[in-house]
């Protein structure tokens, strides 16, 4: 079953970037109408629908990344290491785009693989989200619409700061993250998955959710996060908390000079690491040409070694 898994996983791989490399009328800003990839290793949590969402969840693309929007039904894919390879570590994949549509290829497909391939068991995460406008041009004009907060480089894949976790009801998302959470466990054996090893990163909003997860969640106890370009607003830190690796850039609109919930870490008594990079802006995934913030992947890795998570515990 496994083995099986692993051959659906990197097909599916396979015909995605060959769906969404080609075309150059892609790279840009503009926003593309996409057909929904098939998604078969996704698997649905069965945590409920959306109060008041009347549109189906449909997909665009921009700079060249795959995006869904008016997500009512979560779903987990999994990205198994090879055979032999895996190290029992886990990762939940949260992807961002301020709680409105899901960065699913930059921030969630692709680096779910890197994890793989590094002999992580990653899980990408596609929670339910808030309704936006039904068609594409209204929610094309929605998001172009005129906004106080700065704009995003236009690298990102982000162009709207996400509001911070206490500001929206993020009830739906964390039930999300809780179902995600207990699947792995359910099914540890089977996914090769040490129960004691499991994380969370996200990105943007998903860097939001992993924060609210961690902070409010009853029944996730979470081995290490990763808060990728988030808020960095303090914030009060459970006693049980687990250890926290945060990267951001002094150009993403983010930022904003704040080093609050590291500072919370380290008040606490929390291990923490933070890498606050020169340049990379906002959404930048595993990364973008020419930017300092694109070593933070190995920095990860690295981290993950020396906190003894990238090897086999014997026994397990």
């Given at each position: 079953m496994t083995c099986k898994l692993i051959n659906l996983t990197r097909t599916f791989i396979l015909s995605t970037l060959l769906v969404f490399a080609a075309p150059a009328i892609a790279q840009d800003g503009t926003i593309y109408p996409l057909k929904a990839p098939a998604e078969q290793n996704a698997i649905p949590l069965g945590t409920g629908?959306?109060?008041?969402?009347?549109?189906?969840?449909?997909?665009?693309?921009?700079?060249?990344?795959?995006?869904a929007r008016n997500i009512s039904k979560?779903?987990?894919?999994?990205?198994?290491p090879e055979p032999g390879k895996a190290n029992g570590t886990a990762v939940?994949?949260?992807?961002?785009?301020?709680?409105?549509w899901l960065s699913m290829g930059n921030e969630g497909w692709e680096v779910a693989q890197a994890l793989a391939d590094k002999g992580i068991a990653a899980f990408v995460l596609k929670y339910r989200l808030h309704p936006t406008p039904e068609s594409?041009?209204?929610?094309t004009a929605w998001m172009n619409r005129p906004r106080s907060a700065p704009a995003a480089s236009a690298s990102t894949s982000q162009s709207e700061t996400p509001p911070s976790p206490p500001q929206q009801d993020l009830s739906n998302q964390l039930e999300d993250a809780e179902a995600a959470y207990a699947m792995i466990l359910k099914r540890a054996k089977e996914w090769g998955v040490d129960t004691d090893r499991i994380g969370m990163i996200g990105f943007s909003a998903g860097a939001g959710l992993?924060?609210?997860?961690?902070?409010?969640?009853?029944?996730?106890?979470?081995?290490?996060i990763g808060p990728i370009y988030g808020g960095m607003?303090?914030?009060?830190?459970?006693?049980?908390?687990?250890?926290?690796?945060?990267?951001?850039?002094?150009?993403?609109?983010?930022?904003?000079?704040?080093?609050?919930?590291?500072?919370?870490?380290y008040k606490a008594g929390i291990p923490v690491e933070f890498h606050l990079y020169q340049n990379g802006g906002h959404g930048f995934g595993l990364g973008?040409?020419?930017?300092?913030?694109?070593?933070?992947?190995?920095?990860?890795?690295?981290w993950l070694e020396v906190n003894n998570f990238l090897t086999a515990r014997s026994g397990k």
């Amino acid at each position: 079953m496994t083995c099986k898994l692993i051959n659906l996983t990197r097909t599916f791989i396979l015909s995605t970037l060959l769906v969404f490399a080609a075309p150059a009328i892609a790279q840009d800003g503009t926003i593309y109408p996409l057909k929904a990839p098939a998604e078969q290793n996704a698997i649905p949590l069965g945590t409920g629908g959306v109060d008041d969402q009347p549109a189906s969840e449909t997909w665009f693309r921009q700079w060249g990344d795959p995006m869904a929007r008016n997500i009512s039904k979560a779903t987990l894919t999994p990205f198994l290491p090879e055979p032999g390879k895996a190290n029992g570590t886990a990762v939940i994949v949260a992807p961002g785009g301020g709680f409105r549509w899901l960065s699913m290829g930059n921030e969630g497909w692709e680096v779910a693989q890197a994890l793989a391939d590094k002999g992580i068991a990653a899980f990408v995460l596609k929670y339910r989200l808030h309704p936006t406008p039904e068609s594409l041009d209204d929610f094309t004009a929605w998001m172009n619409r005129p906004r106080s907060a700065p704009a995003a480089s236009a690298s990102t894949s982000q162009s709207e700061t996400p509001p911070s976790p206490p500001q929206q009801d993020l009830s739906n998302q964390l039930e999300d993250a809780e179902a995600a959470y207990a699947m792995i466990l359910k099914r540890a054996k089977e996914w090769g998955v040490d129960t004691d090893r499991i994380g969370m990163i996200g990105f943007s909003a998903g860097a939001g959710l992993t924060m609210h997860s961690t902070l409010n969640s009853k029944t996730m106890k979470l081995a290490f996060i990763g808060p990728i370009y988030g808020g960095m607003g303090p914030v009060e830190v459970p006693k049980n908390a687990p250890p926290m690796f945060n990267v951001i850039a002094t150009d993403d609109f983010l930022f904003r000079g704040q080093f609050g919930v590291v500072d919370s870490w380290y008040k606490a008594g929390i291990p923490v690491e933070f890498h606050l990079y020169q340049n990379g802006g906002h959404g930048f995934g595993l990364g973008n040409p020419d930017r300092t913030s694109n070593r933070w992947f190995d920095a990860f890795m690295y981290w993950l070694e020396v906190n003894n998570f990238l090897t086999a515990r014997s026994g397990k």
